[in-house]
């Protein structure tokens, strides 16, 4: 298995290249827990998780894919370049919990990288107006 990382993603310069680089051609639906999918749910709760969340978040300045001029302005995901798997919680390997490893996302970008379709992705960063998240103020 070829092991991705942050410091090889970061020489990639554009959305594009970065989305290629994560791909994974609609390999999410493959057993990974199963019935023991709890073990993943315990996980993404835990004081730990939540830490490294959030120093990931701001390493990426709140961007998607870590790319200036694309803030996330909604739900922000934080994705595992390698997709992670039951061993890698039971032995907590650095997979988990090294910012290495681990990207800002959108919602649409990680289905996109998880699918494999390009056509998930938001083509360009939505564009922000005055009051436009308070409709009652225009």
């Known amino acids: 298995m070829n092991i991705k ?4 993603l970061v020489l990639l310069p554009t959305f594009e290249d970065r989305f290629e680089y994560l791909r994974l051609d609609g390999i999410v639906g493959e057993t990974t827990f199963g019935f023991d ?3 993943n749910q315990v996980f993404y709760r ?13 390493r990426d300045l709140g961007c998607d894919l870590g790319i200036e001029g694309h803030e996330i302005f909604g739900r922000v995901i934080i ?7 039951q061993r ?14 681990l990207i800002t996302t ?16 938001l083509t360009e960063p939505p564009q922000r107006a005055r009051n436009d998240t308070c409709p009652w103020k225009h």
């Not at 990382?5 to 090889?8: D, M, T, V």
């Not at 649409?108 to 699918?115: C, D, K, P, V």
């Open 5 to 8: 990382s942050y410091s090889e």
């Open 37 to 39: 999918r709890y073990m």
């Open 46 to 58: 835990s004081l730990e998780w939540k830490k490294i969340r959030d120093t990931v978040i701001a």
């Open 79 to 85: 994705h595992h370049l390698n997709p992670i798997r």
């Open 88 to 101: 890698d919680l039971l032995e907590r390997t650095d997979i988990l919990l090294d910012p290495e490893y």
């Open 106 to 121: 959108t919602h649409e970008t990680h289905q996109a990288i998880h699918y494999g379709d390009k056509n998930l992705l």
